[in-house]
């Protein structure tokens, strides 16, 4: 079945750092990827999304470029603040009629000034 | 404006006891889903409904039975409460079953 494997946190970074977090894929057919980001005590939000092979999603500075050859789809971002610590999670939807979506393990990171 | 919003934010209940969850979005979206985020923040879907229909009925006790209204509002009813029911409860509307899906705040239920 389809899965999604992210790596463990926590991840604790300076301010402006670089950051990346790992995420691999498992799926039949062609998933669209995604990345949520849940802050302390709210829901999940939208971060950035890719819909097919080699399509690149951005939003607030954080980067994710879908890679079908090695079925990844790294999270980004080329200087953290410490508005960034939350919780990241990397998701799948398999794109069919119920666009059921899979979740990642989630990262929490960590930005300490 | 919340666009998707549940009440309550906490719970605590007894075990035996049944609760319901309430949610509505005003975004007009047909689709909506119920989510379970255990202690280790482990998200799992448990029911999605497109315009009032059940698309997706994951493997969940049968204890847990959502009801849909009209499709704005999608709750969540659990009978018998039991400890391992303890978690964050998301509900999450998408315009399509395609597209992104928006959260609310989650409901935090806790079972003594």
């Known amino acids: 079945g389809n899965s999604v494997t992210q790596m463990e946190g926590p991840v604790t970074l300076s301010e402006e750092a670089f950051l990346t977090i790992n995420c691999t894929y498992t799926?039949?057919?062609?998933?669209?990827l995604f990345w949520y980001v849940q802050y302390p005590g709210e829901g999940l939000q939208l971060l950035l999304k890719?819909?097919?092979?080699?399509d690149k999603g951005s939003n607030k500075g954080f980067e994710a470029t879908y890679r079908k050859e090695t079925t990844s789809f790294h999270l980004e971002k080329g200087s953290v603040q410490v508005s960034d610590s939350a919780v990241y999670f990397c998701?799948?939807?398999?794109?069919?009629?119920?666009?059921?979506?899979?979740f990642g393990t989630g990262t929490l990171l960590a930005v300490q000034p | 404006d919340t666009a998707v919003s549940q009440t309550p934010k906490y719970l605590v209940t007894q075990m035996g006891n049944d609760k319901s969850i309430k949610c509505e979005q005003n975004?007009?979206?047909?689709?909506m889903y119920w989510y379970k985020q255990d202690s280790k923040k482990f998200l799992k879907i448990m029911f999605s409904?497109?315009?009032?229909?059940?698309?997706i009925n994951e493997t969940v006790p049968n204890r847990f039975s959502p009801k849909s209204p009209d499709k704005a509002h999608l709750n969540l009813h659990i009978n018998s409460l039991e400890l391992g029911d303890s978690a964050v409860y998301f509900c999450?509307?998408?315009?399509?079953?395609?597209?992104?899906?928006?959260f609310g705040d989650g409901t935090r239920l806790s079972i003594l």
């Open positions: 999450a509307s998408s315009q399509d079953p395609q597209d992104p899906q928006h």
């Open positions: 799926a039949t057919g062609y998933p669209s």
């Open positions: 890719a819909t097919k092979a080699d």
């Open positions: 998701a799948l939807s398999d794109g069919g009629a119920t666009n059921k979506l899979i």
């Open positions: 975004l007009g979206h047909d689709t």
């Open positions: 409904y497109n315009n009032k229909e059940l698309i």
